[in-house]
Nanobody, 124 residues
Framework: QAQLAESGGGSVRAGGSLRLSCTAP????????MGWYRQPPGTEHPLERT???????????TYADFVKGRFTIARDNDHRTVSLQMNNLQTDDTAVYYC??????????????WGQGTQVTVSS
């Protein structure tokens, strides 16, 4: 059962932009680092999700190499939301994007709270 609520997916042409947003309940958001994973087409197991970006409780960010310079993660503590601004999208970015919360800020894929996923499709 999804504990986080995502929005903002959709379809875009290569070079375009999308912004994803995720809202978490207070008891999760206040205690967790927040992040985004993605799962490409043709894969189903949660372990096949790839970490995209994270933001710690104090605002420190990390990015996968394949999105550095294109994606920006941000955390709004007042509204309990985390966003992912995605610019210069490429066809390889097509995936289901999942919001996640990690109380340990270790991002091993275990013990996380998840959203239901939102589809991002990039066409050439």
């Amino acid at each position: 059962q999804a504990q986080l609520a995502e929005s903002g997916g959709g379809s875009v042409r290569a070079g375009g932009s999308l912004r994803l947003s995720c809202t978490a309940p207070e008891h999760i958001f206040s205690l967790c680092a927040m992040g985004w994973y993605r799962q490409p087409p043709g894969t189903e197991h949660p372990l096949e999700r790839t970490l995209v970006a994270t933001v710690s409780e104090d605002g420190a960010t990390t990015y996968a190499d394949f999105v550095k310079g294109r994606f920006t993660i941000a955390r709004d503590n007042d509204h309990r939301t985390v966003s992912l601004q995605m610019n210069n999208l490429q066809t390889d970015d097509t995936a289901v994007y999942y919001c996640a919360a990690d109380p340990a800020d270790q991002w091993t894929g275990w013990g996380l709270a998840w959203g239901q996923g939102t589809q991002v499709t990039v066409s050439s």
